[in-house]
Nanobody
Framework: QVQLVESGGGLVQPGGSLTLSCAVS????????MGWYRQAPGKQRELVAI???????NYVDSVKGRFTIYTDNAMNTVYLQMNSAKPEDTAVYYC??????????????WGQGTQVTVSS
């Protein structure tokens, strides 16, 4: 059972910075695809950023140039560095991972979410 545990959420002022972390456990296989999603009140969950085992990254247009997704060497922890935060970044942020098990099955896992509030 793959488990994802997020941390680092909280209150940040507009223009400020925050770093989210997501630790992977419960598997001996490293994820091959990890990402951060967010869901604001009354809105659908949206993709924020993704990173692959080849370290390819992609971002939603609204965070390009402000957010950076990166991992440790083993891809057991994924981070989201949030700079120049804006009130519209306020949301619950969710970590997501795809892990291929020894059977070939793809395990699709989500974290429990961490609240980020951008406000003065």
């Amino acid at each position: 059972q793959v488990q994802l545990v997020e941390s680092g959420g909280g209150l940040v002022q507009p223009g400020g910075s925050l770093t989210l972390s997501c630790a992977v456990s419960g598997t001996t296989f490293s994820p091959y695809h990890m990402g951060w999603y967010r869901q604001a009140p009354g809105k659908q969950r949206e993709l924020v950023a993704i990173i692959t085992s080849g370290r390819n990254t992609n971002y939603v247009d609204s965070v390009k140039g402000r957010f950076t997704i990166y991992t440790d060497n083993a891809m057991n922890t994924v981070y989201l560095q949030m700079n120049s935060a804006k009130p519209e970044d306020t949301a619950v942020y969710y970590c997501h991972a795809l892990v291929r098990a020894s059977t070939g099955e793809v395990l699709n896992s989500w974290g429990q979410g961490t609240q980020v509030t951008v406000s003065s």
